[in-house]
């Protein structure tokens, strides 16, 4: 039962241009989401987050934007730059209200394409 | 600045054959995480630790063991490794923050 969804393996864009992740997910008592950021041969690093009583939440570049009603949220990069280019995931903690226990989506591949 | 190291980097063996991945972090916190990563399917949790003495079980803990050995130190040992288990796994921490784990760069294991 995959909880969390990511059902791009992969995105390809230009430099400057914008980046639009995607995830879903089916359990509505999911009340915090994370994106990780990885690289190759490191491990996943954490990028930015949302809580459910928000709907967007900006940092710098990046913002999250969350559709609860559609059980739905994306990350948009904007400009993106080759440096980007890494695997992103989204995450939400596995029980309501508590942090810990994290479940992953199956990562999206951005590359950026200078 | 160390955050959270993984042991060994790399490691061949062949099925049967048993191994202990070695992580340790330096941030203090108290709850520890291991996970695989396999093509596809994200990270899954293998086990956890929410504070040191105590384990439980995660995901897809079938084959593996951990010892929580003291607040720095979570290994995950393989006692008869198959196939099954070549992935990529990774160790990570959380403290206060709960939700933000910080992760080590992983161990990339082959069985063989």
């Known amino acids: 039962d995959q909880q969390v969804k990511q059902n791009s393996p992969s995105l390809s864009v230009q430099e400057g241009r914008i980046s639009i992740l995607n995830c879903d997910y089916t359990?509505?008592?999911?009340?915090?989401f994370l994106w990780y950021k990885k690289y190759p041969a490191e491990g996943p690093t954490f990028l930015i987050s949302i809580s459910s009583i928000k709907d967007k939440n900006e940092d710098g570049r990046f913002t999250v934007f969350l559709n609860k009603s559609a059980k739905h949220l994306s990350l948009h990069i904007v400009p993106s730059q080759p440096g980007d280019s890494a695997v992103y995931f989204c995450?939400?903690?596995?029980?309501?209200?508590?942090?810990?226990?994290?479940?992953f989506g199956q990562g999206t591949e951005l590359s950026v394409k200078p | 600045n160390a955050g959270v190291t993984q042991t060994p980097k790399f490691q061949v063996l062949k099925t049967g054959q048993s191994m202990t991945l070695q992580c340790a972090q330096d941030?203090?916190?108290?709850?520890m995480y291991w996970y695989r990563q396999d093509p596809g399917m994200g990270l899954r949790l293998i086990y956890y630790?929410?504070?040191?003495?105590?384990?439980d079980k995660g995901e897809v803990p079938n084959g593996y063991n951990v010892s929580r050995l003291n607040k720095r130190e979570f290994s995950l040992r393989l006692e008869s490794a198959a196939p099954s288990q070549t992935s990529v796994y990774f160790c990570a921490s959380n403290g206060v923050a709960k939700n933000i784990q910080y992760f080590g760069a992983g161990t990339r294991l082959s069985v063989l």
């Open positions: 630790s929410a504070s040191e003495g105590t384990t």
């Open positions: 995450a939400a903690p596995r029980v309501y209200n508590q942090g810990g226990k994290l479940i």
């Open positions: 359990n509505s008592m999911f009340d915090y």
């Open positions: 941030m203090n916190h108290n709850s």
